[in-house]
């Protein structure tokens, strides 16, 4: 049902300065799907999330949200993004949690209820640098909930964030989409993690390698095109 | 004494505010650099005999939309652009000031801040600006926020960026020459800034920052005036030195906390 497609990606090409970023991309992300977009560095797919945010313009190709043409779209509260922390200007500034969630213009009540549904009400006057990494994305993932996304972007989300934080932040994002029934994209060079998490994934590198369930697309061969031969994969378990 | 005084108070209310975003965004140098450009708007008063401060406010605004277009064309680097304007407006100001027969006393208060020079028009004019300033920002808060924490995000969000940016500058620009009859265009960055940071140390939110500079800014503003007075001190240069004795003493008293 055309209604249960959030974003309908149709050949896509973007060139920066002559060179291919992408080429004749098509994707479709559904309602409900837990999606991981992986690649090297450089492959392109922060490019395809900016694109699909509206932020670049593909020189070929159309996107569509929620059913409508992207130049059209303006309903831009229905899509939450959580930007990379690191290199984020905001972080030093003398700015509390609850500040961060409300400056997208949520309300005290939506503020209260998405600190909590990410674990951080008793955080929430604390100034945005005395916390973790981990807790800091998890803030920025409470001020995309402040304003009831139906369609959660995440680019490279756990740079910078150590290995227990990193678990517990994708336990988030598992409930997320599981109970609040949310659609999630997950940029990420890390493979293990986007085997691991995801429902599916898409392998970009300039073009889209493959797409489908992780164990269809976790093969050699798909591998051996995303990174090149000299590279070997472990995924754990 | 008195219009110096409510127009000092208006100041010393809007000049922090507009200065809490301008540190966060690493831009404090833009209310220097709008400074000299605001002294050419007074040379060109002084020189078509025009009222200065009604001079100032527009070719500072106009020179201020121009800085902000050029520092997101991207092809020149923010800070360069400001190197780029600081020396211009004194450049164009001193050709003009020589032009308009010389340095005087007047010029002099514009400098560095009089109190005996503020006019009755002046007091309205810097009053009801400064008020529309502060409506400005509180009406746009949560925007200037989000645009000064992380510009993309804010952009994905379906904020206009580019205006809120514009907004901002064209706003100091109008602070920066309110300011000049009472602090003085060559101080006027200080005054935006050092209150700002001393309010930084303490604070444990954006809008306690903002809260905090602004009774730092008064207090510094409203001693300096009485300096000014009983003293017979430059007003600005007054207000400047409160403000740094002010920020060595919270950071003395922090350090030792």
Known sequence: MSEDILVNI????????????????????????YLGILGPNGSGKTTLLKIVLGVLKPQEGSVQLF?????????????????????????????????????????????????????????????????????????????????????????????????????????????????????LVLVSHDIDVVAHEVSEIACINCKLVCHGKPKEVLREDFMNKLYGKELRFVVHN | MIRAFLAGLMIAIIAPIIGNFLVVRRFSLIADTLSHVALSGVAIGLLFKAQPLLVTVI??????????????????????????????????????????????????????GSIT????????????????????????????????????????????????????????????????????????GALMVIPVVTGMQLARSFLQSIYYSLGFALVAVIFGLFASYYLNLPAGGAIVLLSLGIFGLVALLKQNR
């Open chain 1, 10 to 33: 149709k050949n896509i090409s973007f060139n920066y300065n002559g060179q291919p970023v992408l080429s004749d991309i098509n994707l479709t992300i559904k309602r409900g799907e």
């Open chain 1, 67 to 183: 059913g409508q043409d992207i130049a059209h779209f303006m309903d831009w509260k229905k899509i939450g993004y959580v930007p990379q922390r690191v290199g984020l200007n905001g972080i030093s500034f003398p700015i509390s949690v609850e500040e961060v969630v409300g400056m997208g213009g949520a309300d005290h009540k939506s503020i209260v209820e998405s600190l909590s549904q990410v674990g951080m009400t008793k955080h929430r006057t604390k100034l945005l640098r005395e916390l973790s990494g981990g807790q800091q994305q998890r803030v920025f993932i409470a001020r995309a909930l402040a304003m009831k996304p139906q369609l959660l972007i995440l680019d490279e989300p756990t740079v910078g964030v150590d290995v227990e934080s990193q678990t517990k932040f994708y336990h988030l994002l598992r409930n997320l989409n599981k109970n609040l029934k949310l659609t």
């Open chain 2, 59 to 112: 070719v500072t605004v106009l020179v201020s939309i121009v800085i902000e277009k050029l520092r997101t064309s991207k092809n020149i680097p923010g800070e360069a652009v400001l190197a780029m304007f600081l020396p211009g407006g004194l450049a164009l100001s001193i050709v003009l000031i020589s032009l308009a027969n010389g340095f005087n006393a007047n010029l002099f208060a514009y400098l560095f």
């Open chain 2, 117 to 188: 020079t503020v006019t009755d028009s002046d007091l309205w004019f810097t009053l009801g600006l400064g008020i529309i300033t502060l409506a400005t920002v509180v009406f746009f808060y949560k925007k200037l926020l989000f645009a000064a924490f992380d510009e993309e995000s804010a952009k994905i969000s379906g904020i206009p960026v580019g205006f809120v940016n514009l907004l901002l500058i064209v706003l100091t620009a109008i602070t920066v020459s309110l300011s000049m009859r009472v602090v003085g265009i060559l101080l006027i």
